[in-house]
């Protein structure tokens, strides 16, 4: 079988984007088949903030990244990646046009390596004046653009359906408008599992769980893959954090959600807060591990949802979610500037009391937050908090009283089929699968601890380049 491609590749994310860019400038001819239509592509580099995790110490960089990774990521794959985020920055420069700007530096500054990360933005000077300026949406144009300038074949609305195997090597793909195969083989490049509901109920450690990426991501390439004997690794990471989920239309859209200024606080479904909030408030990746805990005794997660209460100080300062990110960006929900549409819509609870508000927004002890709110604000007139938030963080709360539930999602899931440092899949026995290699979020290189904002699309541009040349150089 021959269609005359070198390389296929499934999907068109920031993975598939660069892994087509790096085949095509070494000399391949590569087609990549996108299951959504041109006019309603929504990949999860173009939801994202558009940061990519950098570093200048390979490493040092992959010392960080084992620290992070909890032993989930074997060394080789760490240090494959380091290497490529040396100099990923002067790579996307030079490849599709993207500066970035220094912005920010390593989610966990304790860890041996941190110092060598660094998270870069597109436009980073412009975002002070527009939030969305450098945003992914931003970033991710200018890699398909890129893509678009090699001439490189793009078959819109053509998702992939079986992994075609002949003479034991993966050959190419099965798709509803035919085979399309390649000599050097297939990459996936499909994303992740965060629209499969049985996927995350199986593998993530807690449900529900919610996702504001790309919902096309339902875990194709997951399913081709195992069907051809690939191996999973670490099926129960995912890049986490609070976020809102909410009804519309029938059915419900994601949004990473900003519960900042203070005041704030979060309870679960009891009226309980359980963890420092200032984690969510800075849009770390922690606190999402604090909404994962199961009684056992009455058979729940009592965290999820959990319940954020704020009052007029947070509403007057704009939407509680980021519009340059997720939903927004990308036409599929338009947020009303002063919240008013999302307290109609019954998004936002809203009350005299807390427990009003809750009770609006179906909380089932909505009592509890009376008792919640009151323990706060004598916290608050203390200075002194039993969970550990800093004295700065804790501003009381005033009547009227707003309530939002708050689950546990994030970007993306990060599990998948288990790859080797070159991004070749591997069987259960640790033996490549010929022909079929990975990037991005399905088996992304992530373990316990997120290493920095960007991380995602980082490891997707790095292990997309090596994918590619893995692939070519094979014979």
């Not at 084992?66 to 002067?90: F, H, K, Q, T, Y």
């Not at 008792?371 to 804790?394: H, M, N």
Request: hydrophobic share 40%; glycine share 14%; proline share 8%.
């Amino acid at each position: 079988m021959s269609d005359g491609y070198d390389l296929v590749i499934v999907g068109l994310g920031g993975a598939g984007a660069a892994t087509a860019i790096a085949a095509h400038d070494a000399g391949a001819r590569v087609v990549v088949l996108e299951k959504q239509p041109e006019h309603a592509h929504t990949p999860s580099t173009r939801m994202s903030g558009g940061l990519v995790m950098l570093a200048d110490d390979a490493p040092a960089a992959a010392r960080y990244l084992d620290a992070c990774s909890g032993g989930m990521i074997p060394p080789p794959v760490n240090a494959a990646w380091s290497e490529r985020a040396v100099d990923l920055a002067a790579w996307l420069a030079d490849t599709a046009g993207v500066a970035l700007s220094p912005i920010g530096t390593a989610e966990h500054p304790g860890l041996p390596g941190a110092s060598t990360i660094s998270v870069g933005q597109p436009g980073a000077a412009a975002r002070r004046l527009d939030p969305g300026a450098g945003s992914g949406d931003t970033l991710f144009a200018a890699l398909l653009a890129a893509v678009h300038r090699r001439g490189v074949e793009v078959r819109w609305s053509s998702p992939a359906t079986r992994l075609l195997v002949e003479d034991g090597r993966v050959a190419g793909v099965r798709t509803a408008a035919g085979d399309v195969t390649g000599r050097h083989g297939v990459v996936l490049c499909s994303g992740g599992y965060e629209f499969d509901e049985r996927a995350k109920q199986d593998h993530l450690r807690a449900y529900p769980v919610h996702f504001y990426g790309n919902p096309g991501n339902t875990g194709d390439g997951l399913r081709m893959a195992q069907a051809v004997g690939a191996d999973l690794w670490h099926m129960n990471q995912m890049v986490g954090r609070a976020i809102g989920h909410f009804p519309l239309d029938g059915g419900w859209l994601d949004f990473i959600i900003d519960i900042d200024p203070p005041g704030y606080l979060i309870t679960d479904r009891h009226g309980r807060r359980y963890a420092d909030e200032t984690m969510q408030a800075k849009l770390l990746h922690g606190y999402y591990y604090e909404m994962l805990h199961y009684d056992y005794e009455s058979g729940s997660y009592p965290r999820i949802p959990s319940y954020w209460v704020f009052d007029e100080r947070r509403l007057a300062k704009g939407p509680l979610t980021l519009t340059h990110i997720g939903a927004c960006r990308v036409g599929l929900y338009d947020w009303s500037p002063d919240n008013a549409a999302e307290i109609e819509r019954g998004w936002i609870g809203t009350g005299a009391t807390p427990a009003e508000a809750g009770a609006a927004v179906g909380m089932p002890e909505p009592a509890s937050l009376d008792r919640a709110v009151a323990d706060y604000d004598a916290a608050c007139a203390a200075g002194s908090d039993p969970l550990g938030r800093a004295p700065e963080t804790l501003v009381p709360l005033a009547p009227p009283y707003y309530c939002v539930p708050l689950y546990p999602g994030g970007s993306n899931t990060s599990g998948g089929p288990r790859r080797d440092a070159g991004a070749r899949v591997l069987d259960p026995y640790g033996e490549v699968i010929p022909g079929l290699l990975a990037a991005g979020e399905l088996g992304q290189p992530i373990g316990m601890l997120y290493p920095a904002d960007g991380a995602n699309l980082s490891e997707a541009f790095c292990f997309g380049r090596i994918a590619a040349e893995t692939a070519l150089g094979s014979p």
